[in-house]
């Protein structure tokens, strides 16, 4: 089984790499971007051509929230236009397609104690647990736009996918909040951070296990199995709680201070509330997920 990997020297693409090794039997291929470009078409079909993967994880992504307000047409080219180029190529050799996809399609907010999914509808959300794969996707901003753009995309064009949202991803790979905060703690004595977004941390490699489940679980599935699916790992917090369990784990004493989001203005909107449901993924996979907390020690 040949499982071609986009996106290879990110953060996602890292943490698969690091778990090969038990996977002996799944022959993987990690390109870069210099290797694979997936906005361009005819590169994607050449390194197609050369593998013939059995599936494609894509994990190529323009991940610069921020950046995207003010560069938007980049952020379409990798996420929408090159989500769609991996899409029409696995298409041509019936690949299965793993897309990775991101909390951002929502634009939730508490109202009265409540979480509402939708800030102009407010319509309340379908399960206590979170945000649910029925829920109806209201990005704030342009990289949530260009990602459910590229759900969008591959779902009009192959059939055989699936695609994966996720949330707050860390590792130990590349640039992600918990090195921040861990490089700030060596600058600083106080660190002030924003208290009233609620979500789940996902460590990178649960998130990567995930991933390789699916391919490995595949053959038992129906093809109505196909489709979009949640993934953190357990639990909730905001950034704030989040940072202070990083310098709990790594013996960290630091002034730290919670604050509004008023407090700390961006180019981008971040979602108030942005927990993941995953009751779907654990069902049809059989997957058991690991709090936040403790998949926080592991790294």
Known sequence: MVVLVTGANGQLGQAIQSIVGKYP????????????????????????????????INAAAYTAVD?????????????VSGAQNIA????????????????????AKFVDGIAYYDRELRLPLKSEK???????PFPAGIYGLT?????????STW???????????????????????????????????VSDQIGTPTNAVDLAECLVTIITEHSKLNTEDYGIYNFSNEGQCSWYDFAAEIFKVNNISINLQPIPTSAYPTPAKRPAYSVLDKSKIKKVFGIEIMDWKESLKND
């Not at 029409?88 to 634009?107: A, G």
């Open 25 to 56: 039997s799944i022959d993987f291929v990690f390109c870069s971007s210099s290797e694979l470009n997936i906005t361009d078409k005819n590169n994607c079909e050449t390194v197609f051509e050369k593998y013939k993967p059995n599936f494609c």
């Open 67 to 79: 950046k995207a307000e003010s560069e938007p047409e980049q952020a379409f080219a990798i996420n």
């Open 88 to 107: 029409e190529v696995c298409k041509t050799h019936d690949t299965i397609l793993l897309h990775v996809s991101t909390d951002f399609v929502f634009d």
């Open 130 to 136: 979170g945000l649910t794969e029925t829920d109806v």
């Open 147 to 155: 990602k459910l753009q590229g759900e969008q995309a591959i779902e």
């Open 159 to 193: 059939e055989k996918h699936f695609i994966v949202r996720t949330s707050w991803v860390y590792s130990q790979f590349a640039n992600n909040f918990m090195k921040t905060m861990l490089r700030l703690a060596t600058e600083r004595d106080s660190v002030s951070v």
